[in-house]
């Protein structure tokens, strides 16, 4: 009885740190107060620890041989694995989702295309959820478990990387050309053609905000290491 009430703690306090992590309330790089959270969350350090573990194992927290544990940072390294994950991963599920989708996966995309905004810094943390819901729509019509659980793990991250991007230079750029293929994606897979949905859904993720912002924090490192090497 007692391991399920941790185990219960342990996925509650699992589910809330990621959260927090994901959506940037603790900032990446930023050292852990276990008790504190431990305190905010009306728990014992017990299964805040099991969670930090968890989180631990996907990469998103940082552990050292103090215990000392920290969010884990970001860099150019992993928004460039990610979105060549979401390049290998997506257009298929996407081409799927054309041959598989059923009137109630369409009416479920229909709804979240008609929700969209560019994701810009005016529209900012709505754009992003919205944005996610319609990718999501889509790639849950493929009815692939497998497929799902990956991109829901990549969106995951990749959202933290999403959030840079609304404070670069062009976050206040208008994205016209990335909101139409939303709805180009969207008339391609109600039509059942999956070659021309997933090549798209290609173009679309290559010159995505995740793309941008790859794009910047490699130039960005890169300019951090020369200043580094002048410096020595």
Do not use: C
């Amino acid at each position: 009885m007692t391991t399920n009430v941790f185990s219960s703690k342990g996925s509650m306090a699992y589910s809330e740190l990621r959260r927090l992590i994901l959506s940037g309330g603790l900032t990446p790089g930023s050292r852990i107060s276990q008790y504190e959270l431990a305190d905010s969350m009306q728990m014992s350090i017990t299964p805040l620890r099991e969670a930090i573990r968890r989180l631990a194992s996907e990469g998103l927290i940082v552990m050292d041989t103090h215990r000392d544990s920290r969010v884990a940072s970001m860099s150019a390294a992993e928004a460039r694995e990610l979105l060549e994950v979401r390049l290998s991963l997506e257009p298929s599920a996407t081409e799927l989702a054309a041959a598989r989708r059923t009137d109630a996966d369409i009416a479920a995309m229909r709804a979240a295309a008609e929700k969209l905004l560019p994701v810009t810094r005016v529209w900012g943390e709505d754009a992003i959820t919205v944005h996610r819901d319609f990718h999501r729509a889509v790639y849950t019509a493929s009815h692939n478990a497998t497929f799902i659980k990956l991109l829901d793990d990549l969106w995951d991250k990749s959202d933290r990387y999403r959030r840079i991007g609304l404070e670069l230079p062009s976050g206040d750029e208008p994205r016209t050309i990335d909101l139409n293929q939303h709805h180009q994606i969207l008339e391609l897979v109600i039509a059942g053609d999956g070659p021309g949905a997933a090549d798209l859904a290609r173009t679309h993720i290559a010159n995505s905000l995740t793309a941008s912002v790859t794009g910047a924090l490699e130039e960005r490192e890169t300019v951090q290491s020369v200043s580094l090497e002048k410096t020595a």
